[in-house]
């Protein structure tokens, strides 16, 4: 499978997670890894996974988006237990507008961003609202 | 450090919109040799300056090297210190910082500032996808557009202190109508809330007249130590504070404000030493309709949370406490990157002159101007303000 950005991943026995830096020395946690800890400069950091489940900060549908995204599409920001904010392509919420909402708690899977340019499929992290998958 | 009162002495600009048929070279001339004209200086007397175009889209065209120093040629600016600057959609007011920090140190007496761009060069696709992959976060990959940035904002803004769509389109209505009393803006006609609501939707809850359109234009001044100035005009307009951060980028704080507005906001009150309340006038960067109710209470002009209601009760409008962007802003100007910034501090500039005709603020004595820069995760990068007196 194509990851986008293979770096911001780690293979774990329950699937790709997220993976960021754990600063040894203040506990700062940062994604995606760094040279250094952003807060006190340390480079004594360790790898973390990051949660699989976050909250809905805010959200858009985008009439007029990137030219490798088919519009419309939903993107937000979703705020993980790690105090980081990541953004996200939202998927599985129809209808957008009724199904989601500020606050609301979401999951993580990886899912199908785009074709590169030899058409091959290159995956991505995306969230769904918590649940979604039991709607369907 | 011990800063010498500097004060705009000439402003110079073209109209804003599309100049399909002109070079850059000649837009910014334009500008150049107007602000020249206004100051009643000799270009002899021009000791230093410093030209800010932003330029990313332009790519096919080149990248313009040493534009400042091929327009000045243009008129007859040669053989001093001449720099050129890039700070995204604020690039024009690093470049205003430059010449005033010049100036202010003693370095030197008399410079120019310009910003220019041209924006119609490029397909939009090309400039949808100025949010690139040198982000670590892969932003752009993601689907984020700068309209996307806004919509998310207005979005929590919805849900947290009740703003609502037509509490956007009121910002547009606004803009517009003062925009329409703005010869050198690019959208001559005002619209009405209904308009704006039943416009095409860009990024939900932004309707197109509630994202700023691009142009082609330029901007400029002429800067000079007050001494100096004296010898020159009977009203100077002082810059009273000029105040350049950069962004936080916090993951942790609600998605209603910018900490790098905030805190050049309070750098340079202090700096002025004047408050909100001392304010008569604004230009703040109204690239995208729910940013002007954000910059509101990021730069102290109303309590947080209540940006919308200084908006619904007039106190941005003319007639109330601060009246904010008589230029038409962003919205009715169209967004020239690099020219963005020195454009409003020339509408300051004719607002404390007294000079702004149809759309004067009677006996503005004090004005701040705010301009944002690029975004990387949660953040503009970039802050630049200037607070002007007369
Ligand atoms: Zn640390």
Redesign the interface.
């Known amino acids: 499978m194509k990851l986008?950005?293979p770096s911001?991943f780690k293979e774990t026995e329950e699937g790709l997670a997220l993976v960021g830096q754990k600063c040894r020395t203040c506990g700062k946690i940062a994604?995606?890894k760094?040279r250094v800890c952003p807060a006190c400069f340390s480079d004594d950091l360790e790898d973390k996974l990051l949660s699989k489940t976050g909250t809905l900060?805010?959200?858009?549908?985008?009439?007029?988006?990137?030219?490798?995204?088919n519009p419309p599409?939903v993107?937000?920001?979703v705020?993980l237990p790690e105090?980081?904010?990541?953004?996200?392509?939202i998927t599985d919420c129809e209808p957008w507008?009724e199904v989601l909402q500020?606050?609301m708690p979401m999951e993580m899977v990886i899912d199908k961003?785009?074709e590169d340019e030899q058409g091959e499929d290159v995956y991505?992290y995306k969230f769904r609202p918590k649940g979604a998958a039991d709607r369907k | 450090m011990n800063l010498r009162k500097v004060a705009v002495v000439g402003i110079g600009e073209t109209s804003f919109g599309r100049h399909m048929e002109r070079s850059i070279t000649d837009l910014a001339a334009e500008a150049c040799l107007k602000a020249i004209k206004d100051a009643g200086v000799s270009h002899r007397k021009v000791q230093l300056a410093t030209g800010a175009y932003a330029a990313q889209w332009n790519s096919a065209l080149g990248q313009y090297f040493t534009l400042p120093q091929i327009v000045l040629r243009e008129i007859g600016i040669t053989q001093i210190p001449i720099f050129r600057v890039e700070n995204g959609c604020s690039s024009g007011s690093v470049a205003f910082r430059d010449v005033w920090y010049r100036i202010a140190t003693g370095e030197y007496d008399i410079g120019l500032a310009f910003g220019v761009e041209k924006m119609n060069v490029a397909d939009s696709k090309s400039i949808r996808g100025q949010i690139s992959d040198h982000v670590p976060e892969r932003d752009f990959d993601l689907g984020l557009t700068a309209a996307g940035i806004y919509a998310m904002m207005a979005r929590r803004m919805m849900a947290q202190y009740g703003v609502t769509r037509e509490n956007l389109a009121q910002v547009v209505v606004k803009n517009r109508r003062f925009g329409s009393m703005n010869p050198l803006a690019q959208y001559q006609d005002a619209v009405t809330i209904d308009e704006v609501l039943s416009a095409r939707m860009i990024s939900d809850p932004l309707t197109l007249y509630m994202c700023c359109g691009r142009g082609d234009g330029a901007a400029a001044v002429i800067l000079m130590d007050a001494e100096t100035a004296k010898q020159y005009t009977t009203h100077p307009v002082y810059v009273a504070a000029n105040v350049l951060t950069s962004g936080t980028y916090a993951d942790d704080v609600d998605f209603v404000t910018f900490d790098v507005d905030v805190r050049a906001a309070a750098q340079a009150y202090e700096m002025a030493g004047l408050g909100p309340e001392d304010l008569d006038v604004a230009e703040v960067h109204d690239s995208f309709a729910p940013a002007e109710i954000k910059h509101y209470e990021d730069l102290g002009f109303c309590a947080r949370g209540e940006g919308a209601r200084f908006l619904e009760e007039g106190l941005s409008d003319m007639g109330g406490k601060i009246v904010v962007n008589t230029s038409g802003g962003l919205l009715s100007k169209g967004h020239v990157i690099g020219a963005t910034g020195i454009s409003q501090v020339c509408e300051l500039v004719k607002q404390l002159r007294g000079t702004a005709h149809h759309r004067q603020v009677e006996g503005a004595k004090v004005g701040l101007q705010h301009n944002s820069g690029g975004y990387v995760h949660t953040e503009f990068c970039s802050c630049a303000i200037n607070i002007l007196t007369r």
């Open positions: 986008l950005d911001l994604f995606p760094k900060h805010t959200f858009t549908c985008t009439y007029l988006g990137v030219p490798h995204l599409y993107i937000g920001f705020d105090k980081i904010r990541l953004l996200s392509l507008d500020v606050d961003l785009m991505c």
